[in-house]
């Protein structure tokens, strides 16, 4: 059964401070996606990974995938307070759920001037 | 082109009534799946399609029943609601596996 931890949970930042979200998990998978959720709204795509090694950038935020560790990342850089929402990783499930998304529980993060 | 519509958005119910939840996509896309989001839990899946007239369960099937009759639709019933049924209920759909995924705007449904 595939779990996917993400830490931490909750994370408040200084506006320009750099940080890394974690992404472990448990069972092979080559696809993972980061989403971005605003209170009250729906997911929000951000990134997809699609192969041991990719790195996808889009300004303040990047993320790297390792299939072999079983890890990704989201790093932020400088961050602003726009970037306040929660972050979710998913993890393609190629073998209980055939091919569904099985998700963290989310970094809530916080952006203070 | 609509992507993934859910209704109703908002639904408070009494503990024991029964309603459906509607999903409908206009991609033509064969993987449905509906998901429920709990405070600190993220997002679990409730049951999936991988096309018309399969459906699979998913980690918290239990209290919920779905069918899948056409590519379009993708309901889900709950029988008896109770108050462990409040959350927030997300459906998805994709073209096929690990293809990506269209979320719809969510039902938040509250069970007294």
Redesign the interface.
């Known amino acids: 059964e595939l779990k ?1 931890e ?1 830490n931490p ?1 909750f994370l408040s930042m200084q506006e320009g401070k750099n940080y890394t979200i974690y992404c472990n998990y448990s069972t092979t998978s080559d ?1 993972l ?1 980061w989403y971005r959720q605003d209170p009250g ?3 929000e ?1 951000l990134f ?1 990974l699609l192969s041991n090694g990719a790195v996808k950038q889009e300004g303040r935020l990047m993320a790297s995938l390792d299939t072999k560790a079983r890890l990704s990342t989201l790093h932020i850089t400088a961050a602003v307070h726009d970037l306040s929402a929660t972050y ?1 990783c ?1 993890v ?1 499930d ?1 073998g209980g ?10 970094t809530k993060l916080s952006v203070k001037p | 082109n609509a992507g993934v519509t859910q209704t109703p958005k908002f639904q408070v119910l009494k503990t024991g009534q029964s309603m459906t939840l509607q999903c409908a996509q206009d991609m033509n896309h064969e993987y449905m799946s509906w998901y429920r989001q709990d405070p600190g839990m993220g997002l679990r899946l409730i049951h999936y399609s991988v096309g018309a007239g399969i459906t699979d369960q998913g980690e918290v099937p239990n209290g919920y029943n779905v069918s899948r009759s056409t590519t379009e639709d993708f309901p889900l019933r709950l029988l008896s609601a109770a108050p462990s049924q409040t959350s927030v209920y997300f459906c998805a759909s994709s073209y096929r596996a690990s293809y990506g995924y269209t979320f719809g705007s969510g039902t938040r449904l509250t069970v007294v």
């Open positions: 996917v993400q949970l696809r996606y709204k729906s997911l795509s997809v979710f998913a393609v190629y759920s055939q091919g569904n998304l099985i998700f963290g529980k989310g």
